[in-house]
């Protein structure tokens, strides 16, 4: 194979565009990043439906979901709930990096424009539960309809 390419100079040219091309696009990234030129907001929405809950793992490797009165919301066995997991995996971590405890609750709120988030008050962190599709926003959907059921 290194015999096609004996005799021929390194195309430096094209070398030369490939830096050059990666080194406007980490100047643009962070002209952008540092200045917000190009970002996108999502307009703030009143908070029409919330609430607190709990995430507390069972001996057992399940998660039980409670409100802050101890009602019982939903309990997902060992490998059940995904997701649900994984996000609130996320916001352990957070919560870890900021030195907080795990038994402060996370609040679980509908907009008036539709969006479905979960937010911590320890770290300030909020998660747009829509961006992950409608099948994974709905396991939070329930959790709030469920949270806000009276006893």
């Given at each position: 194979?290194?015999?096609?390419?004996?005799?021929?100079?390194?195309?430096?040219?094209?070398?030369?565009?490939?830096?050059?091309?990666?080194?406007?696009?980490?100047?643009?990234?962070?002209?952008?990043?540092?200045?917000?030129?190009?970002?996108?907001?999502v307009?703030?929405?009143?908070?029409?439906?919330?609430?607190?809950?709990?995430?507390?793992?069972?001996?057992a490797?399940?998660?039980?979901?409670?409100?802050?009165?101890?009602?019982?919301?939903?309990?997902y066995?060992?490998?059940?709930?995904?997701?649900?997991?994984?996000?609130?995996?996320?916001?352990?971590?957070d919560?870890?990096?900021?030195?907080?405890?795990?038994?402060?609750s996370?609040?679980?709120?509908?907009?008036?424009?539709?969006?479905?988030?979960?937010?911590?008050?320890?770290?300030?962190?909020?998660?747009?539960?829509?961006?992950?599709?409608?099948?994974?926003?709905?396991?939070?959907?329930?959790?709030?309809?469920?949270?806000?059921?009276?006893?």
């Amino acid at each position: 194979m290194s015999e096609i390419f004996a005799g021929q100079a390194f195309p430096r040219r094209a070398a030369q565009a490939g830096l050059i091309l990666v080194g406007l696009a980490t100047l643009f990234a962070g002209i952008a990043r540092t200045t917000d030129f190009g970002a996108t907001r999502v307009p703030p929405s009143p908070v029409v439906e919330m609430v607190d809950l709990r995430f507390l793992d069972n001996p057992a490797g399940g998660v039980r979901v409670e409100t802050n009165e101890g009602r019982i919301v939903a309990n997902y066995a060992a490998g059940e709930g995904g997701f649900l997991r994984g996000v609130m995996r996320g916001f352990a971590r957070d919560r870890r990096a900021h030195e907080g405890g795990s038994q402060e609750s996370f609040s679980l709120a509908r907009h008036a424009d539709g969006r479905l988030t979960i937010a911590d008050p320890v770290t300030g962190r909020v998660v747009e539960l829509e961006s992950f599709g409608p099948s994974n926003a709905g396991l939070f959907a329930h959790l709030l309809k469920q949270g806000r059921a009276i006893p």
